[in-house]
């Protein structure tokens, strides 16, 4: 599951947003990873050395730290989804190239790249090879959405045997199918508009709306990735445009809301509740990470500030799993 999106303020503020939908606990924190991490490959046991520091979701599993999301201190920001069913991985590692698990990719992407340029320009490099991710004990099928300082918004579907760095200009993502399917799917929803509908007229009959909202009619409902697709680049496109980050991070929670999942209301094969385990945001410009806990509404926030930026270890940072509740009286 997940939904992605990608937005913009006024003055010129970047964000990517995400929510994490899984059924298996993931345990996901505000995590530091510095420069100069040092982290071993499932692929071969190769070592790789990161350049760059940056702050994501994500946890230790085993001797390494891993993360879903995160963003830089060069402002490239990034954010991994399910596609099951589409992705295409090769069996064994390649000579010569960047050999790397899936859920190591994003790992390698934040230690090593400033820009989407930059990584253009070392995507022929990677072979992406089927291991199995920890604790999970699975190939994990992903995909990627990835933003910088420049405004670009593309994703990486693994789909091919060689991996193709395609420009968003939705600036959604979510699950299968694949994202050209998602933006041709659109066309089905050129009905849906935040506008009230008009009154018109049958024989001698006058119709006129219920009340407040007729524009949206039509506008799915369900978590299907379709659906949630659809939703997220509708009230992405709508929503009154922010002035600034602290705007822009509310923005991004009041367009996620719809397509949260709360626990329940979508249960997989095995009887487990796949739902929103929390919302990250990232800020290209300010290199700060914001999380919200599913156990609470409170959001969190960490910076690559330069403090941060001098420890050379690993950081997870606690939160509270309770919810704030102020009283006025």
């Not at 024989?203 to 997220?232: N, W």
């Amino acid at each position: 599951m997940c939904t992605s999106i990608h937005l913009k303020t006024k003055d010129q503020r970047h964000l990517l947003s995400r929510t994490m939908d899984f059924a298996f606990p993931l345990e996901a924190r505000p995590t530091f990873l510095p420069r100069n991490y040092q982290w071993k490959s499932s692929v071969k046991s190769h070592d790789y050395k990161n350049q760059y520091g940056f702050v994501g979701a994500g946890r230790l599993l085993g001797t390494s730290y891993f993360v879903a999301d995160g963003v830089n201190e060069k402002g490239l920001a990034a954010a991994e989804l399910y596609l099951p069913g589409e992705v295409s991985y090769r069996k064994n590692a390649k000579e010569g190239a960047l050999n790397l698990a899936p859920h190591e990719f994003i790992i390698w992407l934040l230690g090593t790249c400033a820009t989407i340029a930059e990584l253009e320009e070392k995507i022929d490099k990677i072979h992406l090879v089927g291991k199995e991710a920890p604790v999970l004990n699975t190939v994990t099928p992903l995909h990627w959405i990835i933003t910088d300082l420049t405004g670009r918004c593309v994703i990486i579907e693994p789909t091919e045997i060689k991996l193709v760095i395609k420009e968003n200009p939705v600036g959604v993502l979510t699950n299968t199918p694949y994202f050209e399917w998602h933006v041709d799917n659109l066309r089905n929803y050129l009905h849906v508009q935040p506008e009230q509908y008009k009154v018109k007229q049958f024989g001698d009959y006058i119709a006129r709306p219920f009340s407040q909202g007729t524009g949206t009619l039509g506008l799915p409902g369900g978590y299907t990735p379709p659906e949630r697709f659809i939703r997220a680049a509708f009230f992405r496109q709508h929503i009154e445009e922010a002035n600034n980050e602290a705007e822009g991070v509310m923005n991004a929670y009041h367009v996620l809301a719809t397509v949260r999942i709360p626990k329940g209301i979508v249960i997989d094969q095995d009887g487990h509740s796949d739902y929103s385990q929390y919302v990250g945001t990232m800020c290209n410009e300010s290199q700060t990470y914001y999380f919200t806990d599913y156990s609470n509404a409170h959001i969190t926030k960490v910076s690559l500030n330069a403090e941060l930026l001098a420890n050379s270890e690993p950081k997870t940072f606690n939160i509270e799993k309770i919810e704030a509740i102020t009283a006025l009286n």
